[in-house]
């Protein structure tokens, strides 16, 4: 069977517009997925918003909403932003714990096999402007995942150290292909972006892997 992998990040919006297509991919195509969460660009590279070009975040924020209103999917800046940062300087705090949690939440739903609804479901809510980092609304989205919160904090804390090595993991393998997300590896090919999606399904198709 073909292995579909899939490097994402909470933080991404890009993430989030493409997350749903993922689990149309999933249903529909004879594909063995790894759900591969990675910690964002600003903790991987703390340094990067401040020695960035100028034109990055603004171009961002431009282009998200954009291709959201395209896809037809609802959008809205995260309330709290999961990674504590200066927008006007792009200095990033050394400690993250909003993200922290996310990151050992999706580890141990991945653990679970349902680390992709679980990353839809907060997604949906960070990415839209909705309440997301408090026990009731993550609770609400492991429940969507079919996920217990308690459950999900439980084996985190049980198991830091495994958590610190996927996610290490994660991002090694991520790097043999591409530093960005989301991205997509078929049986090695990689497809960055979630407007290439269409052309991962391309090669689906192409491979003979047709949806059903």
Known sequence: MAKLEIYWSFRSPYSYLATGRLCVIREHYEVDVAFRPVRPLAMREPDF??????????????????????????????????????????KVAPAQPLMDRLMAL???????????????????????????????????????AGLDLAALDGWATDNATRVTQIIEANEAAQLKHHWGVPLMVLDGEAFFGQDRIDSLEWRLGQRGLRRD
């Open 49 to 90: 918003f401040e020695r960035g070009r100028k034109q990055f975040v603004p171009y961002l924020m431009q282009d998200f909403p954009r291709e959201a209103e395209r896809l037809g999917l609802p959008f809205g800046l995260p309330s709290p932003d999961p990674i504590d940062m200066d927008m006007a300087s792009g």
């Open 106 to 144: 999706g580890i141990a739903a991945c653990e679970k096999d349902r680390g992709l609804d679980f990353a839809k479901a907060v997604s949906a809510r960070v990415w839209t402007g909705k309440a997301w980092a408090d026990d009731a609304s993550l609770g609400e989205a492991a429940s969507e």
